[in-house]
């Protein structure tokens, strides 16, 4: 009796311990969404924000339900002054593509770290961001002169052949190597020879290439529009509904191998998953803002110290917020902090980022030593 009453507790506890972080981290997201939305050189109060959303959710809804009547009313709400212009054409699709492919880029990083079960892999130490960043590269180098355009879509193709390309090749390499560490130190310098050979090809691209390579690689939100918002959302809803149904097999292969199998998980078509949802993740994020270095590997770990467990029902929803968090305001920090001059996202994210990947070496190697 005394067992079942304690266990209870036990669940309650980490239940409303859940309850309270996705408040807390939805609160702060809301409150990130309104300061994007009305900072920067042309401030917009935040009550005449609320105004002008308010109104274009009820046109867009009265659209929904009347077959488009409303059409004529909503375009004419974000053309109707300079502020409602900057802020439904600029500022609202930039703070919800850095909100959508934070989240997604924190839960790629996160899968990774299961798959590796090593709290400092992610897509940008391991050499993925890297391999994307080389075939993008390659892409924009050689084939964009040839086709004379190259469609976001292609991009996101390019980015994932690159993220799995280099997946596929530090997989190899796991199973070669038992130290995790070593595996670390291997994913790293794989990172450099994708850069080597990224450089070794803008020795022979033109300017205007180079320029654009240059601009895409730094990681940015700028120039934001509906159609990345759109792309996004088609992208990464479905490889974010496919990580949360993965939570139970997670929570047995967290466990180990033999016991995920003893459980019936499939584990090797489970890996192989595993590796597809994450590249698919951190492809998307990407192609559409370039590099954005340490969101993957601080984020899934400040998100368990937040709610003081490891189950991934619980997790990987709070990673999705959590990362939606940390780039709405980075980007913020990115946007206004030198203004005019806006820094690159990838910039703060590693100012933030990279003293908690050096705390978890450091507490890594502790535990190591007792």
């Not at 409602?84 to 703070?95: A, G």
């Not at 690689?217 to 700028?222: A, C």
Request: charged share 10%; hydrophobic share 55%; net charge positive.
């Amino acid at each position: 009796m005394n067992n079942g009453s304690s266990t209870e507790r036990i669940k309650t506890g980490r239940t409303t311990r859940f309850t309270l972080v996705m408040f807390f981290l939805a609160a702060l997201l809301f409150a990130g969404l309104i300061l994007n939305a009305n900072t920067g050189t042309v401030s917009i109060p935040a009550q005449e924000v609320f105004s002008m959303l308010l109104k274009s959710i009820r046109l867009s809804i009265g659209n929904l339900f009347t077959g488009g009547s409303f059409t004529a009313e909503l375009d004419e709400l974000i053309n109707a002054r300079t502020a409602s212009q900057i802020l439904f054409r600029i500022r609202l699709p930039r703070v919800l593509l850095a909100a959508i492919l934070g989240g997604a880029l924190s839960v790629s990083g996160y899968l990774l770290q299961v798959f590796f079960r090593n709290p400092i892999a992610g897509p940008f130490v391991l050499g993925i961001s890297s391999g994307a960043k080389m075939i993008v590269g390659l892409t924009l180098i050689f084939l964009m002169p040839r086709t004379g355009s190259f469609s976001a879509a292609g991009l996101m193709v390019s980015a994932f052949a690159g993220s799995m390309l280099i997946t596929l090749l530090v997989l190899l390499f796991s199973q070669k190597v038992q130290n995790m560490s070593m595996l670390l130190v291997i994913g790293i310098m794989v990172g450099y020879i994708c850069s080597a050979v990224t450089d070794f090809c803008i020795t022979f691209a033109n300017e205007h290439d180079v320029v654009n390579l240059t601009n895409w690689s730094m990681g940015s939100f700028s120039g934001a529009n509906w159609e990345q918002v759109r792309t996004s959302i088609v992208v990464c809803l479905p490889g974010l509904i496919a990580a949360f149904l993965l939570s139970k097999p997670i929570s047995a292969y967290l466990l180990s191998e033999a016991y995920a199998a003893s459980m019936g998980v499939p584990v090797k078509a489970f890996r192989i998953i595993l590796l597809f949802v994450s590249s698919l993740l951190s492809a998307c994020v990407t192609a559409i803002a370039g590099p954005v270095s340490f969101v993957g590997i601080a984020v899934p770990h400040i998100t368990r110290v937040l709610l003081k467990s490891s189950r991934p029902h619980y997790v990987i929803p709070a990673v999705f917020l959590s990362g939606a968090v940390f780039c709405v305001f980075c980007d913020l920090i990115a946007r206004t902090m030198f203004s005019p001059v806006e820094l690159k996202i990838g910039t703060v994210t590693s100012v933030f980022g990279a003293p908690v990947v050096i705390y978890l070496m450091i507490k890594r190697r502790a535990m190591m030593r007792e």
